[in-house]
């Protein structure tokens, strides 16, 4: 007696309203798991948990990007959280001509997405490159993440997104105030910065981070968490190396 063929299932079924927004769901348990491997790290995990808005700002290759990008990935690829998507928003250039460059949006900010993709790469259990790369193909189609440039932010709202605002002692104090106002409904935004690595040259500039700062310093929602040498966490060279430079102020 011939086989009886199997009813195709329907389309959706089994999937989440939030999975189903998506082109190709990702199972969030492809995650590694990741915990602090120093104090300050351990409370931005901890801070993170408690769903605030974060500022983690301090020395250079002490994980705070890293930290906050693998959370809000853990938090977008949960099916009961609110987030579906990541938005990692910068200055692409110190001079901020941006504009001037050839290419649109994307072609603009793609040499800038290079050390992301990396950090990502290291998130996740995958047995193969070429799985890697169609996972963060599928990542990047389905707005999973996307990056921005504070050049094209005007009149923008960003909804139920985590907003990751990398280097932002590179923007002056109009571009964080014009991020701050983009925040919409089940959204929140993180800052990562070390403010002795500024690109900014003026003076005033640089007061405006510092006027940023007491800002948000007085606002209840938001953590503030100031990583150390103590908390380096790259090749000892590189540690060296960044002593180094701090002790000469340079």
């Known amino acids: ?74 938090d977008v690829l949960d099916q009961e959280t609110p987030y579906e ?54 990542l990047k189609a389905q707005d999973t993440i996307d990056f921005w440039s504070t050049s094209f932010i005007r009149g923008t709202t960003f909804d139920k997104t985590i907003v990751i605002v990398d280097e932002f002692q590179n923007l002056n104090y109009h571009e964080l105030d014009s991020i701050m106002t983009r925040v919409g409904e089940q959204s929140k935004i993180m800052f990562c910065g070390d403010a002795t690595q500024s690109d900014l040259v003026k003076q005033n500039e640089k007061n405006g981070i510092i006027d940023f700062m007491r800002i948000l310093r007085l606002m209840p929602s938001v953590d503030v968490i100031e990583f150390g040498v103590e908390d380096i966490v790259r090749s000892g060279l590189v540690k060296e190396y960044i002593l180094a430079k701090m002790e000469l102020n340079l």
């Open 85 to 138: 998507k990541i938005y990692i928003v910068r200055s692409l250039v110190a001079t901020r001509e941006i504009g001037f460059l050839p290419g649109d949006h994307e072609d603009k900010s793609t040499l800038y997405q290079i050390p992301y993709k990396h950090m990502v790469k290291y998130m996740f259990e995958m047995p193969t490159e070429a799985d890697f790369e169609m996972l963060y193909g599928n």
């Open 1 to 74: 007696m011939p086989r009886k063929k199997k009813a195709d299932q329907p389309i959706g079924v089994g999937l989440t309203v939030k999975q189903m927004k998506r082109k190709k769901p990702i199972n969030g348990d492809m995650l590694r798991d990741i915990s602090a491997l120093t104090p300050n790290q351990q409370k931005l995990f901890d801070a993170y948990a408690e769903d605030n808005n974060l500022v983690a700002y301090g020395a250079a290759g002490t994980g705070k990007t890293f930290i906050t990008l693998y959370n809000a990935l853990k």
